[in-house]
């Protein structure tokens, strides 16, 4: 979602909120609560942290070993981690959006936009 700046005309406040290009602009101010807060000229920006951190991808969470190895077979390039006793057991973990991609598609999933 898109992060776009916005300033108070009453009290200059200033903050970046988090909207949907679609969502009505704001016009309220958190701070000082009058009606002069204003989205102010730029691009939307978002955060792109997926691309710099692995992805932990719970959703697909596989059982069993049986069940890991033929996913490594069909997405070799994405850690899965096959310890019983470890919390991410059967949890795929992308490295990028490439490996991403390659696991849901060994699942036969899609990613949602």
Do not use: W
């Not at 016009?27 to 000082?32: E, K, M, R, W």
């Not at 009606?35 to 596989?62: A, N, W």
């Not at 059982?63 to 994405?78: G, L, N, S």
């Not at 470890?86 to 936009?113: D, F, H, M, N, W």
Request: hydrophobic share 30%; glycine share 4%.
């Amino acid at each position: 979602m898109p992060m776009y700046p916005y300033q108070c005309q009453t009290c200059n406040h200033e903050e970046d909120e988090f909207q949907h290009m679609r969502e009505d602009h704001l016009t309220v101010c958190p701070a000082c609560g009058s009606d002069t807060y204003d989205r102010q000229v730029s691009l939307p920006h978002t955060d792109m942290k997926e691309f710099h951190t692995p992805i932990e991808m719970y959703s697909i969470g596989l059982t069993d070993d049986e069940e890991i190895k033929a996913f490594k077979r069909q997405a070799p390039d994405v850690y899965v981690d096959m310890n019983p006793k470890s919390e991410l057991y059967g949890v795929p973990i992308a490295k990028s959006r490439k490996q991403k991609l390659s696991a849901l598609a060994a699942t036969g999933c899609v990613e949602r936009k």
